[in-house]
């Protein structure tokens, strides 16, 4: 359920038109709806409410923008950040340093040492050779880095391969089979005070079997480290819950998501993390465009939009399917490929789509943008960088400015010897 819907024939983010954000701030816009971010974030923790001990730390690479970061702040979530550039935006939205999860397969040494430093909660480590990088680093300074170790289950999560992390020939985590003994290791450095587990399957999640068998897997692992007389007090069980993309799309629901790890992990005695992304902030983001022009094809016309792959990458990407919409829909259909103005085929939306009828200077939205939108956009073909808006209720608030081309330009500079 989102906060983007027909008034009286014309779209509205909340009580807002999203003409009169496109007229103020131009096209394309991405255009997040607080009300609907606000109620994942509820909907999503009291799916899990029949569990003993949560901790949710938002996933902040599905949308980073520091409103959002602080809206979900308040909402009590933590973050699972990345790099140190992410952890930063975390800080920066008022997200506790204890509240964050570092996640990441190459956290550099300078990353691992200013999170150490700024008191990060949970170090999710990739490999042994990283635990024993981050006890030196914590020990040097006269500190222990709170750990899990991420355990790669060898689960096909069956969602797109560029998704996909649980295989075992994926490059996240540490092998199953010799997790326990990576972990009893790990447990004997000083710099180190590991905590538990983590594990992450995949993301856009669309059928739980995979990630109850992962979570299973993971159950039994906890207790044959147990066994071994060490102590492990948290699991992480990551993000990756689906959203629907199409309007007609039927995926597990959170509460489904919540009964799923009740029936697996209610009495593992930890608490219980978890690192939704796409979930919460999927649909309360929309991007909004205007069409350039409508140009005749050979089977279908081209609505040619003024957003690209630049700015929403992931049907280039991954063959994502979004949702288009006209804002001031006038009843009639047409059946046309949807393309972006970049010099390449795969800045492509749609082909072969029926939509709104709509034509040269008709503003639009793609829905579903609020997850891996604005954060995967950058400025090729010399393109502006996307700006972001924030609407809550009757007001809204520019929450990105737009990145004009020259900006960039002048970070650039021709060396003497080119002169
Ligand atoms: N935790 C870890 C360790 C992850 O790698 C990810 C996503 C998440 C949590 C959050 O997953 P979510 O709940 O959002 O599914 N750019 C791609 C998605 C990449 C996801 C990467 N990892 C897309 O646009 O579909």
């Known amino acids: 359920m989102d906060h983007f819907a027909l008034n009286d024939g014309e779209l509205f983010a909340e009580d ?22 606000t109620r994942h974030a509820r909907v999503f923790r009291e799916a899990l409410a029949e569990l003993p001990s949560v901790h949710i730390a938002f996933a902040v690479k599905s949308n980073p923008n520091v409103a959002v970061l602080r809206l979900l702040a308040n909402e009590g979530y933590g973050a699972d950040v990345v790099s140190e550039g992410e952890m930063n935006r975390a800080l920066a939205g008022g997200i506790p340093a204890a509240d964050i999860v570092f996640s990441g397969v190459g956290k550099t040494r300078r990353e691992l040492t200013a ?5 990060i909660g949970q170090f999710n480590l990739e490999s042994e050779e990283e635990g024993v990088e981050l006890a030196e680093i914590a020990a040097s300074l006269g500190l222990r880095a709170p750990c899990a170790l991420r355990v790669n289950p060898d689960v096909d999560a069956r969602t797109h391969a560029k998704i996909s992390t649980g295989k075992a020939d994926n490059k996240f985590g540490v092998p199953y089979d010799r997790a326990a003994g990576i972990y009893a290791r790990l447990s004997a450095l000083a710099g180190l005070d590991m905590k538990g587990l983590a594990v992450h399957i995949g993301s856009q999640i669309s059928d739980l079997e995979p990630s109850r068998l992962a979570f299973i897997k993971m159950g039994e692992l906890m207790e044959a480290i147990r066994a ?7 699991m992480d069980l990551g993000g990756g819950l689906g959203v629907p993309y199409k309007a007609s799309d039927s995926l597990p629901t959170p509460q489904e998501y919540g009964a799923m790890v009740v029936s697996v992990a209610k009495d593992w005695g930890v608490t219980l993390m978890f690192e939704p992304g796409r979930v919460i902030s999927g649909n309360s983001g929309v991007l909004v465009t205007e069409v350039v022009r409508v140009k005749e094809g050979v089977v279908n016309p081209f609505v040619v939009v003024d957003a690209a792959m630049n700015d929403l990458a992931r049907p280039a990407m991954y063959d994502a399917w979004h949702d288009f919409a006209a804002v001031k829909p006038n009843g009639r259909t047409m059946t046309a490929n949807i393309v972006g103005p970049i010099c390449e ?18 503003l639009a939205i793609f829905r579903t943008a609020g997850a891996y939108g604005a954060t995967m956009a950058n400025t090729y073909n010399s393109r502006a960088l996307v700006p972001e808006v924030m609407v809550d ?4 608030a520019v929450v990105a400015a737009r990145i004009e081309p020259e900006t960039i330009l002048s970070a650039e500079t021709v060396p003497d010897w080119l002169a």
């Open 16 to 37: 807002v038109p999203l003409a009169a954000i496109a007229r103020e701030v131009g096209t394309p816009v991405y255009v997040y709806s607080r009300a609907t971010l």
């Open 345 to 362: 085929s795969s800045d492509t939306f749609a082909m072969g789509r029926e939509i709104d009828e709509v034509a040269s200077g008709d």
């Open 393 to 396: 209720g009757g007001k809204w």
């Open 115 to 119: 999170a150490v430093k700024a008191g």
């Open 228 to 234: 071994e007389g060490l102590s492990v007090t948290h």
